[in-house]
């Protein structure tokens, strides 16, 4: 990475003020050449109102306002473009809650040098989370051994949403194509950059679960996941992808 290197943080928002007005300065406070962009999703809460004040004080923070929940992949791909747009050359997405680090973000931009998309781990050495139940805990774990089965993809954590891109992997994936959500979104996007024969890594990560908020995990979320890993398979095997 060079000095010059432009960043964008994606942060996507739903009833996140406690924690949007705490995160933004500690990304901020990273690099000089980071920037964020909240995509929020007409939270009620005040979220975009805050950060559009945050805004006004800087032009390192920007904000995307949707009407109503279409849903996290599509607030990223939103997100993808803006960075594309206006030529940032790494682009992270990162959860608004703190369960992903903004001081990892060094760890996982060193990888960027020997790799094209740095996947922040929780599962590469051990088992990194803590706050958890044991339920969900077990589901992650073993869903994402399920997934690593099926579709051969070279990641232990197939599903964390702590991510940094080159530009060019952004560059080369057709959003079009790309209509899944949730877990079943990184899942889709990973494969998809893999199968483009780009160099994925990643990085041990603590995940810490949300201390304010409540998670947007629900029974849809998953069964889309379920399905995007066998039909990854199938189209595979078609050698259709």
């Not at 304010?212 to 995990?217: F, I, L, R």
């Amino acid at each position: 990475m060079k000095k010059t290197d432009r960043i964008l943080v994606i942060i996507p928002t739903y009833n996140e003020v406690e924690n949007i007005e705490k995160l933004i300065p500690i990304v901020l406070g990273q690099y000089p050449t980071v920037e964020v962009l909240v995509v929020d999703d007409g939270s009620p809460d005040g979220t975009a109102d805050a950060v559009e004040h945050m805004a006004k004080s800087t032009n390192r923070v920007h904000l995307l306002k949707r009407p109503g929940k279409a849903g996290l992949g599509k607030a990223y791909i939103e997100g993808f473009r803006f960075a594309l747009e206006r030529g940032f050359d790494f682009v992270f997405e990162m959860d608004a809650d703190f369960s992903h680090d903004p001081n990892e973000m060094p760890a996982l931009l060193k990888a960027m040098e020997h790799s094209d998309l740095a996947v922040g781990s929780r599962y590469s050495q051990g088992v990194t989370v803590i706050r958890w139940p044991m339920s969900r805990l077990l589901l992650s774990y073993f869903a994402n051994k399920f997934t690593r089965f099926v579709t051969r993809l070279p990641l232990r954590d197939t599903t964390s949403g702590y991510k940094c891109f080159k530009r060019k992997v952004l560059e080369s994936i057709d959003w079009k194509q790309i209509h899944s959500d949730g877990y079943a979104f990184q899942i889709e996007v990973n494969h998809k950059a893999w199968k483009l024969g780009y160099r994925l890594a990643e990085v041990p990560i603590i995940f810490v679960d949300r201390a304010v908020g409540q998670s947007k995990m629900s029974s849809g979320i998953i069964s889309e996941a379920l399905w995007m890993v066998w039909r990854l398979r199938i189209m595979s095997c078609l050698g259709r992808l």
